[in-house]
């Protein structure tokens, strides 16, 4: 079954419904209550919010790790507004499947198989990824030489990761100041310094 997507990819169509999702730590992660809604048939958002909290309060006395692999991710609701939405990646939709008994299991299964194909074609093809936020960052306002500065440092992260990889330098706050230097190099601030600076009033 073929996904069919809007033209900045933050929703999903499943049999006619739609399922948010967003792109976070180089995955797309989905709207587990539109996931909920589709499975189960609930007729509201807050029928399907009601189900998925009882399930995960299940899924929790169970020792499951699902509900704590969540993230609450900003995504548009029917009104136009964000509003933070429980999420889970690829993986973990499949285990929410799993819990919940639905004659619709199995074609959303292959439907979500089918949405990530597209994850699988820019790990065998790197330019399809750097095509796809060259996109995004474009449909999001951002100028083309700050979309060109984001990419190339996007590319040179990558092989200086690879390079540290390969000399056994493995800690994450190492690779934090990889990042700030590089962030330094090209926009003139570190990641942090950029935060601060975003977060100032305008006067």
């Known amino acids: 079954m073929v996904a069919s997507k809007n033209k900045d990819q933050a929703i999903v169509v499943f049999e006619s419904q739609k399922i948010r999702r967003d792109w976070y730590q180089e995955e797309w992660w989905f709207s587990v209550v539109d996931v909920v809604a589709v499975l189960t048939e609930q007729p509201t958002p807050l029928k399907a919010r009601k189900y998925w909290n009882k399930l995960a309060q299940r899924l929790r006395d169970e020792g499951s790790e699902v509900v704590t692999n969540c993230h609450r991710l900003k995504l548009q609701a029917a009104d136009g507004k964000k509003y933070k939405t429980d999420c889970a990646n690829t993986e973990g939709i499949f285990r929410i499947i799993q819990s919940i008994p ?64 390969a000399r056994g330098i493995k800690e994450q706050k190492d690779y934090a100041i990889l990042t700030a230097e590089i962030s330094k190099a090209t926009f003139g601030m570190t990641p942090g310094e950029y935060k601060k600076h975003k977060n100032i009033p305008a006067k």
Request: glycine share 4%.
């Open 102 to 165: 639905s004659p619709k299991a199995e074609p959303f299964k292959r439907w979500l198989a089918a949405v990530g194909y597209e994850r699988v074609q820019e790990i065998e093809n790197p330019e399809l990824a750097q095509e796809r936020m060259k996109n995004l960052y474009e449909q999001k306002g951002y100028p083309k030489d700050w979309i060109d500065k984001r990419l190339r440092g996007m590319a040179i992260r990558q092989n200086l990761t690879d390079e540290w990889q």
